[in-house]
């Protein structure tokens, strides 16, 4: 468990990151000056990552976007004419701020509100000084917690037969507003009867628990809802529709975001079966899902896509926005800084390996000037070679050798930049989260890649590796990710800690929290935002 103390500085400086207090008696480093460039690097890390949370924090998304003069909303460009008409409903980790900024924007034009948020995210909001993102005390929005441990419970369930009661109820002279998050798919369950809630939590744990992506699993979850793949627009017609969506999906697909209630869905019974038959999970599935699949299609036809002329979806939040931000926050840090991806996606190990990989490359090629480092280009074929394997798109390959190339020159430290979500497979029994288990797989690749690589290289250069979820939750645990670099692993066998064993049991926070006093958790406690994860890899040279 993280320290009371820990706890302490999270609970009473929670507007900034805390990790926790350096230990250097416990490093084995040579000398205070390579502790202090440690130190400096994942400080640097530290704020990179908080600016890319400040930028997508909801109230300043909301802010950004909505603005109201008289009877007349903007968003980003539209015009909305409102005349006390409004009402809103939420769903999602970051809906609470986003319903604050909206209730002050609207003023006496809202007239009811409900939203479905994280159980005791008003508690946490209030002790940790945030009242700018809790609702006034007079409000009209009335807020329901629910969804522990980010699973779909009778909670979620109340508020979603609340929201979905609210929704019917309106008329065409009415403006919804949807206030849509991450997280927000099991905060809005309303599974097709006779699917019971706990069948729908069985399927979707199983599903998860093998590896299926976010994808896979809100393909199934609409096929099983009622307001999910577009449920919720269809209840509300005919009152007009407008979203504001903060996407915590890879691609900003706005079918995918919390199961895209109000984006009609192109899915059809026959997907939701083949990701089933994927997962080996079509024979044990419950009855009563099997009933409903073999009864309703909701792949629409073109005339009911037509029918939601009365939506408008709007992404006021993303990964690439965060990471634009946190671009400018390193380059204002003194690094020569490229963001390679907003998309990184696929298992953690084959993400950590890319990652091991382009670190390599990038001391080799800064290295270069010294003949023995001769692999260059054909490390340059191994990454391009995985970059199409995993289907990574977006992948700047080229601006990082801009980088590297002005880097030389200039000298000075480079940091890398990249965003999205890793999968995890889950074999054993720990206590992990994706990015910390992420950043140990990248600490464990470094390690098994110095036979491969002239001795010296990764100790010329100090490379510090940052894996952090925006939400500040990583999985299941109090950490939002972790650091790693080239000597951690051999840190943690001489303090008895073997990482590969801890992995193996999928319990990188257990790891992380023992090794070292747990000074390479990141903790940040709930950011009450939610756009997928960062990484960072900063890489100076030893003589600077
Ligand atoms: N022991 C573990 N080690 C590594 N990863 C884990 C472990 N337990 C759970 N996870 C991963 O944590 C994720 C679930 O955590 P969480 O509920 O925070 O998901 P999330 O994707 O952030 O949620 P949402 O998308 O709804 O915001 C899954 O990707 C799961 O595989
Ligand atoms: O809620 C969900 O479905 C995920 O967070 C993706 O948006």
Same mark, same amino acid.
């Given at each position: 468990m993280i320290t009371a103390f820990g706890r302490y500085l999270w609970l009473h400086f929670n507007h900034q990151l805390i990790y926790k207090t350096w230990k250097p008696k416990k490093l084995h480093l040579h000398n205070t000056s390579v502790i202090n460039k440690e130190m400096s690097l994942r400080q640097h890390g530290l704020q990179i990552f908080q600016a890319a949370i400040n930028a997508v924090l909801p109230q300043n998304m909301i802010k950004k976007n909505i603005n109201i003069e008289g009877d007349r909303l903007m968003i980003q460009n539209q015009c909305f004419p409102v005349h006390k008409n409004v009402y809103l409903v939420g769903f999602g980790k970051a809906v609470l701020g986003m319903a604050a900024a909206m209730e002050e924007i609207l003023g006496d034009h809202l007239l009811q509100g409900v939203i479905s948020v994280p159980l005791g995210i008003q508690k946490i909001l209030s002790e940790t000084g945030k009242e700018d993102m809790l609702l006034k005390p007079q409000t009209k929005i009335q807020a329901m917690e629910g969804a522990k441990h980010n699973l779909p419970d009778e909670n979620a369930l109340k508020a979603a037969n609340s929201i979905h009661h609210l929704v019917e109820g309106l008329t065409a002279d009415d403006l919804l507003f949807v206030l849509i998050s991450g997280g927000g798919s099991a905060l809005l369950p309303a599974p097709i009867p006779p699917v019971t809630l706990e069948e729908k939590q069985y399927l979707t744990k199983q599903l998860a628990a093998k590896g299926a992506t976010i994808q896979e699993l809100n393909t199934v979850r609409k096929m099983l809802s009622l307001l999910k793949g577009g449920g919720l627009a269809r209840a509300a017609y005919p009152a007009q529709v407008v979203s504001l969506i903060m996407s915590d999906v890879i691609g900003d697909n706005l079918e995918y975001v919390a199961s895209g209630p109000?984006?009609?869905?192109?899915?059809?019974?026959?997907?939701?079966?083949?990701?089933?038959?994927?997962?080996?999970?079509?024979?044990?599935?419950?009855?009563?899902?099997?009933?409903?699949?073999?009864?309703?299609?909701?792949?629409?036809?073109?005339?009911?896509?037509?029918?939601?002329?009365?939506?408008?979806?709007?992404?006021?939040?993303?990964?690439?926005?965060?990471?634009?931000?946190?671009?400018?926050?390193?380059?204002?840090?003194?690094?020569?800084?490229?963001?390679?991806?907003?998309?990184?996606?696929?298992?953690?190990?084959? /993400?950590?390996?890319?990652?091991?990989?382009?670190?390599?490359?990038?001391?080799?090629?800064?290295?270069?000037?010294?003949?023995?480092?001769?692999? /260059?280009?054909?490390?340059?074929?191994?990454?391009?070679?995985?970059? /199409?394997?995993?289907e990574l798109p977006d992948f700047q390959l080229d601006g990082c050798l801009e980088l590297l190339e002005e880097t030389q020159h200039s000298k000075k430290p480079i940091c890398l930049l990249a965003g999205g979500e890793t999968t995890v497979r889950l074999q054993g029994?720990?206590?992990?989260?994706?990015?910390?288990?992420?950043?140990?797989?990248?600490?464990?690749?470094?390690?098994?890649?110095?036979?491969?690589?002239?001795?010296?290289?990764?100790?010329?250069?100090?490379?510090?590796?940052?894996?952090g979820g925006t939400d500040g939750q990583d999985g299941p645990t109090e950490a939002a990710g972790a650091f790693a670099y080239s000597d951690l692993v051999d840190k943690a066998f001489a303090e008895g800690l073997n990482a590969e064993d801890f992995l193996n049991n999928n319990d990188s926070f257990t790891f992380f929290n023992k090794f070292n006093n747990g000074v390479d958790l990141i903790v940040t406690g709930l950011t009450n935002t939610n756009v997928m994860d960062m990484q960072a890899i900063i890489i100076q040279p030893n003589e600077i």
């Open positions: 109000t984006v009609p869905t192109l899915h059809s019974k026959d997907d939701c079966h083949k990701i089933l038959l994927k997962y080996n999970l079509l024979s044990s599935m419950p009855e009563s899902v099997k009933e409903v699949l073999s009864q309703s299609s909701m792949k629409m036809d073109k005339e009911e896509i037509q029918t939601f002329a009365h939506v408008c979806n709007f992404i006021v939040g993303s990964n690439a926005i965060a990471l634009e931000k946190a671009k400018c926050k390193s380059e204002s840090l003194g690094y020569n800084t490229s963001v390679l991806s907003t998309v990184i996606s696929g298992d953690v190990k084959t /993400v950590a390996k890319l990652y091991s990989l382009l670190i390599r490359y990038v001391c080799s090629v800064l290295a270069a000037a010294s003949s023995k480092y001769v692999h /260059v280009s054909k490390m340059k074929d191994e990454i391009l070679q995985m970059v /199409v394997n995993m029994k720990g206590k992990g989260g994706r990015n910390q288990e992420l950043a140990l797989h990248l600490a464990l690749e470094l390690h098994h890649a110095k036979s491969k690589i002239p001795q010296d290289l990764l100790t010329k250069y100090e490379v510090i590796f940052l894996s």
